[in-house]
């Protein structure tokens, strides 16, 4: 018996060691994760340069609160915002936090209170950012919602078009759908939220989550369109495994943030900030992003190549190493028979594998993994 609450169905592995990629549970047995503690483990389990510069940090100050100056806060911000279209940093613990702050400065910022987000959107748990996604599978049972939330259906412009009025604060989306199907924003679409901002003078805020700290081969997902963000909210990739998020805005914004408006306890404290920096120093350099983006093409087209004339794939979708393989059935049963044969995937919906190999995943690893779902989903389904 556990005495946690239910809320996750959980895999029968017990992890008790880990490095890159590889996972060694309780009974010796190895799997290649495909996972990445979600989108987290970027520079796979381990990593020596973060984990040294915890523990470095760890026996120098371990937390101050922010009453204080953290050096790392300073460092971590100035990397986040010389390779972003953002000028400042406010730091917090998750992603749900993050795209709560993103959600209060919006509307402070604006004096607005409507705010557009897309069906199968995810925003994270928390009463502000449940209620920005675009899913009721993840309101039911939590209303009354925040207010003031319009979900329109994503990469469909001219619903969003017929959506946006002078009342709008912020179009907030992703530029992958993560959780909701891998689904990448159309460029038609992104020009359309710059029309949109450009006519009614409202707010872009891309939930980088996910997409952010180099998973699509970019330092953010963004990166890949004609877009220039007014607010980046991170996390997941951000420590490595450390918990950190962060909400990166542009100069105009800061005011609206002014001392007392918002606030965290933990946020930017001086060990997550060792993890994020060192993290960042790593994946924010050109040539390790050109390695990354090359990798998810080769991943990408052998995927492709091999699961050509398999029935059960409907689509391959995704930018660098963030792919999504639409099957036309409920795929539990896939990703559970793939951790049988020691390779670890998640969905993203009933009907997509969702692969997130960390980005520092090698050929061989990747032809590993290739042959396997290739194997698994060309079997004839019963
Ligand atoms: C995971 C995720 C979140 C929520 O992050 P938490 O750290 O779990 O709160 C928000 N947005 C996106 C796009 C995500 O993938």
Redesign the pocket.
Known sequence: MSNLFPTYNKWPIKVKEASGLTLIDDQGKKYLDFVAG?AVCNLGHCHPYVNEAIKTQLDKVLHVSNLFHVEGQEEVSELLVSHSSGDAVFFCN???EA?EAAIKLVRKATSKKKIITFYQS????TMG?LSATGQEKIHLGFGPLLEGFVYVPYNDCNSLINAVDEDVAAIFL?VIQ??GGVHEASVQFIETINQLKETYNLLVVV?E??TGIGRTGKAFGYQHYPLSPDIITV??GLGNGFPV?GLIGKAHLVEAFGPGSHGSTFGGNPLAMAAAKATLETIFNHEFLQVVEEKGSYFFLKLTEKLNSTTMVKEIRGKGLMIGIECNQDVTPIIGSLRNNGLLVLNAGPNVLRLLPPLTVSYEELDQAISLIALELNKIPV
Not at 122 to 125: E, L, N, S, V, W
């Open positions: 979600i998750s992603g749900t795209n995810f925003h994270g748990r950012s992703e993560g959780e939930d989550v996910q996390a997941k998020g």
